[in-house]
């Protein structure tokens, strides 16, 4: 008995089986385009294919007719992108008759299938000229929000037909209304000692915003380049220092009472005196710290208002260690001799610190910037 259940199983499912790849299933179902290409797919492979020779002329008549019946609605329709509803029934009418017309068995069931190039190439630019329409008349709201809008249907337009005539200037118009125009002021420091390593810290502020590509209408520039280009502005953003130290340093001193026993102290006729053996041991820890404050502040220049204000802080600490000792070097252990031949190094240039302490600030500035601007 279990013997024939599964012999029933198998053959249920190579019927289901042959079902889907002869495009069967698919026609019931009423998915006709899949019908036809299934049914394609199989004569292509078995062209005497009793079932896939049936689906494929029945299939084939009913796709070809749901497609020009919705091309016949979409035409009624008041929708301005109608159009590339149009484009995408004509569009699937030429591909399906291309799949039968590349399968010399498919073409005895369904001789001429119908293609519909001239139609589809007015759709196509019926199509553009529905989007170039709706660009201009988003871009005449004349809101930085609308110019995206507008923006967007010329892309699409320019995507659908590239060569209809004036669109570059209508997406080049579009963008610019769309752009928000910021100019970013370089980061104020009350020190002429500290000039150098604040132009670094500002150079790399400058390189990052030259490369921004975090929004694409959004668009930043330096005081010098908005003077050149005489640029109206939508927003300042304000960078300067409310404080900072530099060079602070500490130094601490830890003592160590260091013993270790059985070690060789000497040696006599009977062999070696073993022995305890004592150190005082010191190690010094000095840090040098370096830190600073930077106000980050976005202001609406139409409006004055203060959009964004955010204090980053900044810390970098320099740390040396070395040690000296007292008594029996043998009382120490490898890496505690190891540090008493070091020496005490001198810290960084205080320009270098400065540099220093400003990275972790530079790191929040780009996330603000990155976050904040991220919405328009």
């Known amino acids: 008995m279990k013997t024939i259940s ?38 292509r492979s078995s062209p005497q294919n009793k079932e896939a020779m049936q689906v494929l002329p029945a299939a084939f008549d009913l796709a070809i007719k749901t497609h020009l019946r919705k091309v016949d609605e979409a035409k009624l329709s008041a929708d301005a992108l109608k159009w590339e509803s149009i484009l995408y029934h004509y569009q699937k009418i030429n591909q399906l008759s291309d799949d039968v017309n590349a399968c010399p068995s498919c073409l005895n069931l369904v001789p001429n299938p119908p293609k519909y190039v001239k139609a589809y190439e007015d759709a196509v630019y019926q199509a553009a000229e529905a989007r170039y329409l709706l660009g201009e008349k988003a871009l005449r709201v004349g809101t930085r929000e609308s110019a995206k809008v507008a923006y967007n249907h010329f892309l699409k337009a320019q995507n659908l037909y590239p060569a209809m005539k004036g669109l570059n200037e209508k997406i080049d118009d579009a963008y610019w209304a769309a752009v928000l125009k910021v100019v970013v002021q370089p980061a104020r420091i009350n020190s002429n000692t500290y000039k150098l390593s604040n132009d ?9 915003l030259a490369t921004y590509r975090g929004n694409t209408f959004v668009r930043f520039y330096t005081e010098e380049e908005a003077y050149k280009q005489k640029l109206r502005a939508d927003q300042l953003v304000e960078l300067h220092f409310d404080d900072f130290v530099v060079g602070q340093t500490y130094v601490k001193e830890r003592v ?48 004055n208002k203060v959009l964004r204000n955010q204090k980053l802080a900044g810390t970098y600490v320099w740390v040396d260690n070395w040690a000296s000792y007292k008594g029996d070097d043998r009382a120490l252990d490898k890496q505690q001799y190891a540090l008493t031949r070091k020496r005490e190094t001198m810290p960084p240039p205080p320009g270098n610190l400065f540099v220093e302490f400003t990275k972790p600030i530079y790191a929040q500035l780009i996330d603000q910037i990155s976050g904040f601007y991220s919405r328009y």
């Open 6 to 43: 599964r012999l029933r199983y198998f053959l249920y499912l190579s019927i289901l089986f042959v079902g889907c790849t002869t495009g069967k299933n698919a026609l019931q179902k009423g998915d006709y385009d899949a019908a036809v290409e299934k049914a394609v797919d199989r004569l």
């Open 200 to 208: 670094y810290f500002q150079q790399q502020i400058s390189n990052y």
């Open 256 to 303: 160590e009472k260091l013993k270790r026993d059985s070690v060789v102290i000497g040696e006599d006729r009977r062999g070696k005196i073993y022995g305890t053996v004592t150190a005082t041991y010191s190690v010094f820890e000095k840090q040098v710290s370096s830190s600073g404050l930077l106000n980050f502040a976005v202001i609406d220049l139409n409006t």
